[in-house]
């Protein structure tokens, strides 16, 4: 017998041995088990013999014994395996079917072992036939279970893929290591030693599907040449799977069933326990497509019990495979430690592939749609233009900017995408947009798609409230959450301190808004940034409600949305387009309100060249903006340094308006400006914002937090916890010497925690971003002086922060910088609330941003009944007072508990909180002993949120609702250099709106 032949017929053996030997298998209803045979070693030598019998119970009648021929040298006979059967086995009757499988040729197909007993000598695929039968059609069943849009993808355009070691159980490939998926998953299916369970994860997108599909093709093919040596690989889509769970008993078999029902023609012998025999050896493979959709809303709970109990369905003895997202996890540390099976956990039990990126992969498949279908040659020439190296100025009379083309090309990363634009350039290949590809492959291939596809949900309940949630919906939400992250310069956020007024907006709370957006295809689970002790604590204890959004730019970690996610870049281009082009209730916006948008965010190349995309031809012309920019110099209150036009030069340069040497001359926010705006040493996240008024000065854009408080009580040892009076503290450290300066609640809901072997008061974790509060005006004197000290700066409050002894600490340096820090006066804290609306009465009426002061009196005019809503555009209108509705509500409302810094909206300033949150110190007093506070709380009435409500307070007292935030003005040196330099841009500005000549616009 050739070498090659026995090398298979041995692996054919091997395997049905393996099978058969499991201790699931039961042959109609008896457990065969495997047994000895009382056999001479001269007679196993020459005709070794393996057979199965009963020993804890008689066979039952109609049973199945099978006998298993393992030929050596000689041929053996039907009749020599008689005589060994009819010595060893004297139970078997003459009801029973006996097989003798064997390999080698034998005309006698039967054999007499006495009067009333035969056996039948079958081969291999006999037997197998008898014990399990797989549909014909099985290959056109496995496309139909995945569902794909084109089946004829699998065929045409599937491209091989490349996934990561993440984590290997059997320790057999390092982490980190790349593999071949194909070939892995080939060599993983037909490896003769047993081999863990596989989970390939990825984003929705990647092609997870598309993958294991063809696997499960191949395997089928593999499957037909040898039945034995090759079990099929069967394609399971967990979701419904999950419905299936749910109409079944709790006895059920559940995946066994499952299997049963999906696929016509599938059978086993008699009973589910020889199909768990087949699916337990691992020669029958399970392959289960979707694990995040077992539940399209699951909080962390749910995702735990989903994996619990899908494992629980399968032996762990099993050859099987679960694709899923990686963020519906959270962080790999948390995957790995998720229970599996009892006393196991994913680290040792189950094998972690990622699935790579689409990217060396996409010239491939390009070549296959123009060779799979006759005259798609020139849709795969259009996409090749999109994302290509070289550049290209236009397709079909349409700019195709750098950044457009940079975000073409992370979308041509997801087979899923790149196949959706493919389908859209060829139903409206004659008239293309490039900009209509990227908001069909975002908005309908990451939203209508998986709503249509039941893979997030279009409505759900909330209590007793239905919300709906449809495409139009979704995307505008994600316009909202994007811009509410560009203004803060975040590219993720936490769905458990989502903005209040987002909740209000689209009637979602708490943990269902956090269970939709995990849900949501536009969004992945990311691992906090570790900016904080708070932050890092949360990453640690594996927190999963931090999001960011999808298509995550390569090296892009933290900044602005805008520019670290092709889908963020998307929204905030969106959310832009539309404040730039709508009207207002009683007509067109004015060019100045509009650029209080552009000017706010930075872009970044790619958002900008999908805002300048998205915009109507000949919009924002340069000389009308030249205008409003020079009308802004001639002022003199310096606006032109305020957030409105702090990112507007660079966003035009990005948008390929205009060029970065005439951006120079015009953009107000020269090298030597920013300078004046630094961060403090002390604090250096925290950002200053300028107030431009006739004497300008700088303010804090949201409350002093605990965290950064806490940066100042760990280097100014008198003012620590330990070392100021605390009431219910237990421990009275010797007093600070400026321990008269608060009363005995300084600091009070800080907790004792042990730091470096000491035990140190901190902020809880939960509200490190909070605003520090039970602080007295001298400890919040103190941290502007600590700042202050730290820069060099004169200390503005050294006169008053005496000690015990009345003894003021000594200037420590000769040449001091004027310009402290220090708290905001009473009449800056009001202008700075106000953002400049000084007829406002409450904090509400200034939103939204896009009304001037004759709009806002005319809609309160409607509002009120009193007005002529002749002309009025009402919806326009109707979102004008729906905004101020739920701003109100967002504050008067309020509860006691504070609430993260910058929850609330912006004002026109940039700034946040300065009213509701927190009530503030300010500098001013009263009388000789009271400072006033200004501002309002949950505390307090609707009366309080008032811009002019203010309440006295001896400066030694400390509140639950009281915090402060710094201020600092600008020295003579600062104020020249906004004065030189708003002169420049006047000049300029005007010249080029009057001459219209822009130098390359």
Request: aromatic share 10%; glycine share 6%; charged share 25%.
């Amino acid at each position: 017998m050739p070498s090659e032949t026995k090398r298979r017929n041995s692996l054919i053996l091997k395997q049905m041995t393996k099978v058969l030997r499991r201790p699931e298998l039961r042959l109609g209803r008896n457990h065969i088990v495997p047994a000895s045979v009382d056999i001479t070693e001269t007679e196993f030598t020459k005709r070794p013999l393996e057979f199965f019998e009963a020993r804890t119970q008689a066979l039952e009648e109609e049973e199945v014994v099978a006998l298993i021929a393992v030929p050596k040298s000689a041929v053996s006979s039907t009749q020599e395996h008689v005589a060994l059967l009819t010595r060893n086995v004297p139970k078997i009757s003459r009801y029973h079917k006996i097989f003798l499988v064997s390999l080698e040729h034998d005309k006698s197909k039967t054999a007499r072992l006495d009067e009333s007993r035969s056996l039948t000598k079958i081969d291999p695929d006999g037997l197998f036939r008898m014990l399990a039968s797989f549909p014909t059609d099985l290959a056109n069943l496995l496309v139909q279970a995945a569902r794909p849009d084109e089946p004829d993808e699998i065929e045409f355009l599937y491209q091989k893929r490349t996934a990561r070691v993440l984590n290997d159980p059997e320790e057999l490939l390092p982490v980190g290591h790349e593999v071949g998926l194909e070939s892995y998953l080939s060599e993983w299916a037909t490896s003769s030693t047993p081999r863990g369970p596989i989970l390939l994860v990825g984003e929705r997108g990647t092609g997870k599907t598309w993958e294991i599909l063809r696997f499960c093709t191949d395997q089928y093919e593999r499957h037909l040449r040898s039945r034995w040596e090759y079990g099929p690989a069967l394609f399971v889509k967990i979701r419904g799977l999950r419905n299936f769970i749910e109409d079944s008993g709790p006895a059920t078999p559940l995946l066994q069933q499952y299997l049963l029902s999906n696929y016509e023609g599938l059978s086993f012998c008699n009973d589910f326990t020889m199909q768990a025999a087949f699916l337990s050896s691992g020669h029958t493979i399970t392959c289960l497509d979707g694990f995040d959709e077992m539940d399209l809303m699951p909080g962390d709970k749910k995702v735990h019990q989903n994996l619990f109990l899908l494992l629980n369905m399968i032996s762990n003895r099993s050859r099987f495979l679960i694709t899923s997202r990686r963020s519906h996890f959270g962080s790999l540390t948390d995957m790995l430690q998720l229970e599996t099976w009892s006393g196991s956990t994913v680290r040792d039990s189950i094998q972690v592939l990622e699935i790579l990126p689409f990217m060396e992969e996409v010239g491939s498949y390009l070549d296959s749609v123009r060779t799979s279908r006759p005259g798609r040659r020139a849709v795969a020439d259009v996409i090749s233009l999109l994302i290509g190296e070289a550049d290209v100025p236009e397709i079909n009379g349409y700019k195709v900017a750098p950044g457009l083309k940079k975000a073409f090309k992370f979308l041509s990363r997801h087979p899923s995408l790149l196949s959706h634009i493919r389908q859209l350039v060829e139903s409206k290949q004659e008239d293309i947009r490039p900009i209509d590809l990227l908001s069909g492959a975002i908005e309908g291939g990451l939203i209508t798609y998986n709503i249509k596809r039941e893979r997030t949900l279009g409505r759900f309940y909330q209590g007793d409230d239905m919300i709906e949630l449809t495409p139009e919906r979704r995307a505008t939400m994600c316009q909202e959450i994007a811009w509410l992250l560009a203004e803060r310069g975040r590219d993720q956020f936490d769905i458990a301190r989502m903005s209040g007024r987002m909740e209000i907006h689209f009637g979602i709370k708490g943990d269902v808004l956090e269970r939709d957006l995990r849900s949501q295809t536009t969004f992945e689970l990311a691992d906090p940034l570790a900016e904080s002790r708070q932050e890092v604590q949360e990453a640690s204890d594996g927190s999963r409600s931090v999001v960011r959004f999808l298509l995550h730019v390569d090296g892009a970690e933290g900044g602005a949305v805008s520019q670290t996610s092709v889908t963020g870049a998307y929204f905030v281009a969106r959310y832009l387009a539309t404040r730039l082009s709508e009207q207002g209730p009683f007509g067109l916006l004015p060019l100045s309100h509009k650029l209080r948008y552009l000017g706010r965010v930075p872009l970044g190349q790619m958002a900008g060249s999908i805002l300048a995309a998205l915009l109507p031809e000949g919009s924002l012309p340069l000389e009308d903006i030249c205008r409003e920019i020079g009308s802004a110099a001639e002022r003199g209150t310096f606006e032109l340094f305020s957030p409105w036009y702090r990112y507007l030069f660079p966003n035009l340069v990005d948008m390929g308006r205009i060029k970065q040497s005439l951006a120079n001359d015009l953009d107000p926010w020269s090298t030597q400006i920013n300078e004046i705006f630094q961060p403090p040493k002390g604090i250096p996240h925290y950002a200053l914002v300028l107030v431009p008024t006739q004497s300008p000065f700088v303010i804090g854009v949201h409350e002093i937090t605990n965290m950064q408080y806490e940066r100042f009580t760990s280097s100014e040892e008198d003012w620590r916890v330990e070392t100021m009076t605390r009431a219910a503290s237990g421990e009275i450290q010797p007093p600070s010497r400026f321990s008269e300066l608060t009363n005995e609640y300084h600091l009070y809901f800080w907790e004792k925690q042990k730091a470096a072997g000491v035990d140190r008061f901190s902020p809880p974790l939960a509200s490190g971003e909070h605003p520090v509060t039970w602080v007295s005006w001298y400890a919040a004197a103190a941290f502007c002086d600590w700042l202050s000290e730290g820069e060099g700066r004169v200390r503005q409050y050294r006169e008053r922060l005496k000690d015990k002894n009345g003894r003021t600490d000594p200037v420590s340096a000769d040449k001091k910088k004027v310009g402290a820090y220090r708290l905001p006066t009473a009449e800056e804290w009001q202008e700075a609330a106000k953002g400049g609306h000084s007829d406002l009465e409450y904090p509400w009426e200034m939103f939204p941003f896009f009304l001037n002061r004759a709009d806002r009196l005319k809609a309160n005019k409607v509002k009120a009944g009193h007005g002529d809503d002749a002309g009025v555009n009402r919806a326009a209108l109707d979102y004008y007072l729906q905004y101020q509705k739920i701003m109100k509500k967002l504050l008067v409302d309020s509860s006691k508990e504070t609430k993260e810094v910058m929850y609330d909206e912006f004002n026109d300033y940039g700034i946040s909180g300065l009213i509701g949150n927190v009530r503030e110190w300010t500098d001013d007093s009263s009388s000789e002993r009271d400072q006033i506070i200004l501002g309002s709380s949950g505390y307090l009435d609707e009366r309080s949120f008032r811009f002019d409500y203010n309440t006295p307070l001896f400066p030694e007292n400390t509140n639950p609702d009281v915090g402060f935030r710094i201020a600092r003005s600008l020295d003579g040196e600062e104020t020249e250099s906004l004065r030189a330099r708003q002169s420049q841009i006047r000049q300029v500005a005007l010249k080029l709106a009057d001459t219209g000549n822009n130098n390359g616009y």
